[in-house]
């Protein structure tokens, strides 16, 4: 009787480890398939992310190119503006009080001025854009870095 409780403790024994061994293979199959769509949705979260990037980074250099030509077309105006007021000054010098000459001087201050104010601004706008960009780039690095070493963790 002793010999048929272990025989039958033996069988019991040996079915439960079948049974646990067949479970953990099916929670590894599990785990292995979460596993696979978790680094998919990473790798397409990353690759958006990556799209979004680029295409700040064009609209970002379109916008600094519009900048520059804006800048140069500014600094022409001024040059232009300054060269006529040069040639007028000169032909009137004689011709015109010192209250006109000081009003005149006045308005050119105050055009450099916003000059000065319209290139200020547009450093401020393309630092802006540069500081954004940066910190997208540097999100997209994280995720990729992320995907990167969740897909060695589960292999």
Known sequence: MLQAQKAH????SDERSAYL????EEVHAEFDQIGKYA???LDEAAARIMENIERQMQAFEESTELNKLQIEKN????AEFEGQNADWNEGLFFKKTRTRGRSRL????KAQAEMEEIKELTKEILDRKQGE???LMLIGLLVDA???SSSHCIN
């Open 9 to 12: 403790l033996t069988d019991y």
């Open 21 to 24: 061994t067949q479970l953990t």
């Open 39 to 41: 680094l998919k949705g």
């Open 75 to 78: 600094q022409k105006k001024a």
């Open 106 to 109: 006045v308005k050119k201050q």
């Open 133 to 135: 960009t940066f910190t």
């Open 146 to 148: 992320i995907s990167s």
